[in-house]
Each structure stands twice: as structure tokens, then as C-alpha cells.
């Protein structure tokens, strides 16, 4: 059994979903990869995770609504929202709803490796004060 952090990633573009699979196994992590909310709600525990990769834009339920319902079930789980979208409004949009980043695509491989470190951190200090 593996002691690398979890991590999850929601895309509904497989491609993406495979690379950041991959991108996130380079980094010693491991991951579940998931093409909808639906899929990866259905797999969903509070505090499996060490933290959440999901894109902005998703079939059905978008990134923003599963991270906005996220805040509600498990609020300690942190989120990174990627998106193709490079506009300062939709940026801000994004990030005035709570995650802890907003990553343009293409991903910069080192700034989303900060960002999951970072999230580690969110993640083990959200554990101890539990």
C-alpha cells in the first residue's frame, strides 16, 4: 500500500486527465482521476484526499459548483482549478469563490508541483487540529 499523498483530478478532456496523472506520478504522488463531479462524487470521502485538481469548465456540474459545494461537505480539502481561459475576470471570478489557486492552461508543471506542496501543508494542518 502506498504512502504517497492522493490526489484528485476532475477533467471531462481525457488527455488532460492523463497528464496530470502522469505529471502528478513524476512528483511521487498518486492520484484518482475522475471525467466528472458525478464520478468523483461517487467516490468522495472527507479527508481522503490531500487535495483537488479540477477544471474550470466540466459537463454538468462545473469546477466552480463542485468546489463551491466542496466548502460545504469537506472544507479543509484543498482545490486548484485549472482552466484554458486567460482573461483577469475570469480569474478573478474564479478565485473570489474560495480555491487556493487558478492555473491557466498549458499547466506550468513547477507551479502547480508548489501549489500541491502547498496543499500538503492545507492538508496536514487541517488533520492535526482535528
Known amino acids: 500500500m502506498s504512502t504517497a499523498p492522493l490526489f484528485a483530478v476532475v ?5 488532460m486527465r492523463e497528464a496530470l496523472a502522469e505529471l502528478l506520478e513524476v512528483f511521487d504522488f498518486d492520484c484518482r482521476t475522475y471525467e466528472g463531479s458525478e464520478s ?4 468522495h470521502a ?3 484526499f490531500a487535495g483537488l485538481i479540477t477544471d474550470l469548465n466540466l459537463v454538468g456540474e462545473s469546477g466552480l ?11 479543509a480539502l484543498p482545490v486548484i ?5 486567460s482573461d483577469p475576470a475570469t480569474r478573478a471570478r474564479v478565485m473570489a469563490s474560495g480555491p487556493m489557486a487558478c492555473l491557466t492552461k498549458p499547466i506550468d508543471a513547477q507551479a502547480l508541483r508548489r501549489h500541491l506542496d502547498d496543499a500538503l501543508v492545507r492538508h496536514a494542518t487541517s488533520r492535526d487540529a482535528e
Open 65 to 75: 459548483q463542485l468546489q463551491q459545494r466542496l466548502r460545504l461537505l469537506d472544507p
Open 46 to 48: 472527507p479527508g481522503r
Open 40 to 43: 468523483f462524487w461517487a467516490d
Open 11 to 15: 477533467d471531462d478532456d481525457a488527455a
Open 81 to 85: 482549478i485549472i482552466t484554458a481561459q
